[in-house]
T-cell receptor, first 111, second 114 residues
Framework: EPEVTQTPSHQVTQMGQEVILRCVPI?????FYWYRQILGQKVEFLVS????????KSEIFDDQFSVERPDGSNFTLKIRSTKLEDSAMYFC?????????FGEGSRLTVL | QQQVKQSPQSLIVQKGGISIINCAYE??????FPWYQQFPGKGPALLIA?????SEKKEGRFTISFNKSAKQFSLHIMDSQPGDSATYFC?????????????FGKGTKLTVNP
């Protein structure tokens, strides 16, 4: 069964450092998303991406965040200067016909 | 108005029992209501979803009941099994396909005792 894959599974970084989280969406999907889940809390929408541009973003997705689809298969989330409150599980998702498929997540710990 | 309110926060059910989780929403523009199941350390996985043109959808032991006038929907798990122990999230979105931005509830941790 096709799946969304994410790397790394866990990343520990120092506050102020740049982090790139990577995702390989399901191959025939056209819409891509990043969500995050702070420990013990609900899953929150960050950004959606279609046709090589952001289609929607939340208030959480400020100038420190960016997304890119550099090579037609990978979909990345970059956090330019991490803060303590960026510590969370980040989920990539992709969508073809209205159903979102989530990856297993990348846990980011900011020290 | 973008919120989805979910209850209860946690639920303990005996094996074979019925688990019921409820959600309420405000935004009448929402037209897609999925339920996601999440095991520890895993991403949310779609369990079952409904659109507001029907009042109930059943898939195996899982049923969604939808009340459009009350702006509420619920998940019923019949014959609950220990393997159903997980966190369940309701969600809502609008849009006919492709660019759904899901608004999630806060989740319900279900424990099914053997």
């Amino acid at each position: 069964e096709p799946e969304v894959t994410q790397t790394p599974s866990h990343q520990v970084t120092q506050m102020g450092q740049e982090v790139i989280l990577r995702c390989v969406p399901i191959s025939n999907h056209l819409y891509f998303y990043w969500y995050r889940q702070i420990l013990g809390q609900k899953v929150e929408f960050l950004v959606s991406f279609y046709n090589n541009e952001i289609s929607e973003k939340s208030e959480i997705f400020d100038d420190q965040f960016s997304v890119e689809r550099p090579d037609g298969s990978n979909f990345t989330l970059k956090i330019r200067s991490t803060k303590l409150e960026d510590s969370a599980m980040y989920f990539c998702a992709s969508n073809a016909y209205g159903e979102l498929f989530f990856g297993e997540g990348s846990r980011l710990t900011v020290l | 108005q973008q919120q989805v309110k979910q209850s209860p926060q946690s639920l303990i059910v005996q094996k074979g029992g019925i688990s019921i989780i409820n959600c309420a929403y405000e935004n009448t523009a929402f037209d897609y209501f999925p339920w996601y199941q999440q095991f520890p350390g895993k991403g949310p996985a779609l369990l079952i979803a409904i659109r507001p043109d029907v009042s109930e959808k059943k898939e195996g032991r899982f049923t969604i009941s939808f009340n459009k006038s009350a702006k509420q929907f619920s998940l019923h798990i019949m014959d609950s099994q220990p393997g159903d122990s997980a966190t369940y999230f309701c969600a809502a979105s609008m849009g006919q396909g492709g660019s759904e931005k899901l608004v999630f509830g806060k989740g319900t941790k279900l424990t099914v005792n053997p």
